[in-house]
């Protein structure tokens, strides 16, 4: 079965560009997050969508939107870039229904900002 | 605010021997926790977690201990291989109406040969 699969796999975009950062889900998953992982320190919590709907926000500026598709797909949208955006997004999927509360990630996408 | 420690950045541990990876939080509405292992350059692959009604849980060689009143989690690997040597993330869950993934900032676990 395939894992949750994310692209593109790396990407570099200068300050102020836009980008979009594209997962699909483990097949059955309903439930999409997103994470941002900076050099040092561990996963940083951006969004979960559940059912087309956002179920929650981490602490990121409104230059970071998300939105989930009828599919479960999910793309994370970053605008105005800046540099400090660089960093390793990831992208988990879930069940979310059942008890089953296990995250699995994808490879994530390396953005690197100039 | 780190509500999800992990206070030792590395660990060494000989191969055969058992690992012990250690995680303090300090929010009291965590209830369910994971344990996370990174390679470079990839996304981080679930090994194992515990819901807050139990102390102990394990698959095969990762047993994780739970103590509530403590506020800590332990993972322990036994026996420890050479392909266990990454980076391990202790991660927390609330039941707050989203599931949004509190980790640590990880233990990078060496096994020598």
């Known amino acids: 079965d395939a894992g949750v699969t994310q692209s593109p796999t790396h990407l570099i975009k200068t300050r102020g560009q836009q980008v979009t950062l594209r997962c699909s889900p483990i097949s059955g998953h309903k439930s999409v997050s997103w994470y941002q992982q900076v050099l040092g320190q561990g996963p940083q919590f951006i969004f979960q969508y559940y059912e087309k709907e956002e179920r929650g926000r981490g602490n990121f500026p409104d230059r970071f939107s998300a939105r989930q598709f009828p599919n479960y797909s999910s793309e994370l949208n970053v605008n105005a870039l800046l540099l400090g955006d660089s960093a390793l997004y990831l992208c988990?999927?879930?069940?979310?229904?059942?008890?089953?509360?296990?995250?699995?990630f994808g490879p994530g996408t390396r953005l690197t900002v100039t | 605010d780190q509500q999800v420690k992990q206070n030792s950045p590395s660990l060494s541990v000989q191969e055969g021997r058992i690992s012990i990876l250690n995680c303090d939080y300090t929010?009291?509405?965590?209830?369910?926790f994971l344990w996370y292992k990174k390679y470079p350059a990839e996304g981080p692959t679930f090994l194992i977690s515990?819901?807050?009604?139990?102390d102990k849980n394990e698959d095969g060689r990762f047993t994780v201990f739970l103590n509530k009143s403590a506020k800590h989690l332990s993972l322990h690997i036994v026996p420890s291989q050479p392909g266990d040597s990454a980076v391990y993330f202790c991660a927390a869950l609330s039941n707050f109406g989203n599931e949004k993934l509190t980790f640590g900032t990880g233990t990078r676990l060496t096994i020598i040969p």
């Open positions: 929010n009291s509405m965590f209830d369910y």
């Open positions: 515990i819901s807050s009604i139990k």
């Open positions: 988990a999927s879930s069940l979310d229904g059942g008890g089953a509360r296990e995250q699995y």
